[in-house]
């Protein structure tokens, strides 16, 4: 049964310390997106990567957050340092994606972050 | 401004009904438009596409309307149960716009018996 990984599931950390969010793609999908849900914002698109290239990240504050693919089966998503505000559940999806649409999403269950 | 709207937070109807949620957006130009369903605690799961060309799309009790003229869309889930109580979210896939997808807040569905 092919899913979405996302890791840590839940995480508590103090304001100003680093925090690493993993996600594992479906195998042979190539379009990988990041979003943050909270209930005042909904679903906002952080990142997203097309064959491992990033493609728009203009929805992440660039002084702290930074998402990379090191490779096909891994991506990642950091905050340094993490402040209360980025308190919210962090979610990966990915998709098969041909010629110029995404397609369908497959979300992971979500990372929630809690900074203190 | 760019704005996906998706009408009242919640919306409550009597099981057996039909349910109707509202997408609408201002200054985009998707090529396609997605529903998906989600649950307390859980990721999004994809229900139904629609493409730019296509005024309707049907899956079981599922209706997917596209108005590219009006920018909206309608989700109708007919014969509702309590089983269909969840939050449904519209996105809009931006091929124009490097294919991003993005999201509406979400409308929060309950089904009363």
């Known amino acids: 049964d092919a899913r979405v990984t996302q890791t840590p599931r839940h995480k508590v950390t103090e304001m100003g310390q680093e925090v690493t969010m993993r996600c594992q793609p479906i195998l042979g999908h190539n379009t990988v997106f990041w979003y943050r849900q909270t209930m005042m914002q909904g679903l906002e698109l952080l990142a997203y990567f097309r064959n491992r290239a990033p493609l728009d990240d203009s929805g992440m504050p660039k002084d702290r957050f930074s998402a990379e693919m090191p490779d096909a089966t891994l991506a990642t998503l950091k905050i340094q340092p993490s402040e209360p505000r980025d308190s919210a559940v962090y979610f990966c999806a990915s998709a098969q994606s041909e010629g110029a649409s995404t397609g369908e999403l497959f979300f992971g269950e979500g990372s929630r972050l809690t900074v203190l | 401004s760019q704005k996906i709207e998706q009408n009242s937070e919640a919306l409550n109807i009597q099981e057996g009904k039909t349910a109707t949620l509202t997408c609408n957006y201002t200054?985009?130009?998707?090529?396609?438009l997605q529903w998906y369903r989600q649950d307390p605690g859980r990721g999004p799961v994809f229900l139904l596409l629609?493409?730019?060309?296509?005024k309707e799309k049907r899956k079981e009790r599922l209706k997917v309307t596209f108005d590219t003229t009006l920018k909206q869309s309608l989700f109708h889930i007919t014969a509702s149960q309590p089983a269909d109580s969840a939050t449904y979210l519209c996105?809009?896939?931006?091929?124009?716009?490097?294919?991003?997808?993005?999201f509406g807040s979400g409308t929060r569905l309950s089904i009363r018996p």
């Open positions: 996105a809009l896939d931006m091929v124009s716009s490097a294919s991003k997808i993005i």
């Open positions: 200054n985009y130009s998707p090529a396609y």
């Open positions: 629609i493409r730019e060309n296509e």
